[in-house]
T-cell receptor
Framework: GAVVSQHPSWVICKSGTSVKIECRSL??????MFWYRQFPKQSLMLMAT?????????EQGVEKDKFLINHASLTLSTLTVTSAHPEDSSFYIC?????????????FGDGTRLSIL | DQQVKQNSPSLSVQEGRISILNCDYTNSMFDYFLWYKKYPAEGPTFLISISSIKDKNEDGRFTVFLNKSAKHLSLHIVPSQPGDSAVYFCAAEEKSSGNTGKLIFGQGTTLQVKP
């Protein structure tokens, strides 16, 4: 089946640093990738939608200058948390899809646990 | 505004019995529904989906029922197995509107299947 690889799986870093998370679709071309954030015992909250070669669409309340998304190819999207602070600590998950008219469901990566000290 | 709701945060069933997980939605534009299973520190894994033109979809031990008039769907797992213990998320999508394919998730229900 489809595989989405997300790296790193766990990051601990100091406040003020920037962290880059990669999301790769390994066996299919992902026209659209999604970035979610999950707080403990809560739902997955969509942060942004990225389409290959175009700017990401951010959900209301998500700072685009804080969470930089790049979708340079059909198999790779990156999320960079800039100048991270403790309140950015969370579980970040990406998913990859083949577009809204595809019958294939989105497939998720295994997530990145981000801890800002 | 929670467009997709899973009102039961947890469910406990005995091995071999049926597990029924429920999900309600408010947006009548949703026309595609999915169930995902999630283990701690992992991403969600797709289980089963249903289009709004159907009222039932079955895949092995998993069956999803959709009641459009009630804006309600449910996931039935029978027989339940200890390995089914996980968090189950219901998700909805507006496919026909040309939406980008973004999913709206419920809060999740933690299922525990006891041996």
């Amino acid at each position: 089946g489809a595989v989405v690889s997300q790296h790193p799986s766990w990051v601990i870093c100091k406040s003020g640093t920037s962290v880059k998370i990669e999301c790769r679709s390994l066996d299919f071309q992902a026209t659209t990738m999604f970035w979610y954030r999950q707080f403990p015992k809560q739902s997955l909250m969509l942060m942004a939608t990225s389409n290959e070669g175009s700017k990401a669409t951010y959900e209301q309340g998500v700072e685009k200058d804080k969470f930089l998304i790049n979708h340079a190819s059909l198999t790779l999207s990156t999320l960079t948390v800039t100048s991270a602070h403790p309140e950015d600590s969370s579980f970040y998950i990406c998913s990859a899809g083949s577009g809204p008219y595809s019958n294939q469901p989105q497939h998720f990566g295994d997530g990145t646990r981000l801890s800002i000290l | 505004d929670q467009q997709v709701k899973q009102n039961s945060p947890s469910l406990s069933v005995q091995e071999g019995r049926i597990s029924i997980l429920n999900c309600d939605y408010t947006n009548s534009m949703f026309d595609y529904f999915l169930w995902y299973k999630k283990y701690p520190a992992e991403g969600p894994t797709f289980l089963i989906s249903i289009s709004s033109i159907k009222d039932k979809n079955e895949d092995g031990r998993f069956t999803v029922f959709l009641n459009k008039s009630a804006k309600h769907l449910s996931l039935h797992i029978v027989p339940s197995q200890p390995g089914d213990s996980a968090v189950y998320f219901c998700a909805a999508e507006e496919k026909s509107s040309g939406n980008t394919g973004k999913l709206i998730f419920g809060q999740g229900t933690t299922l525990q299947v006891k041996p």
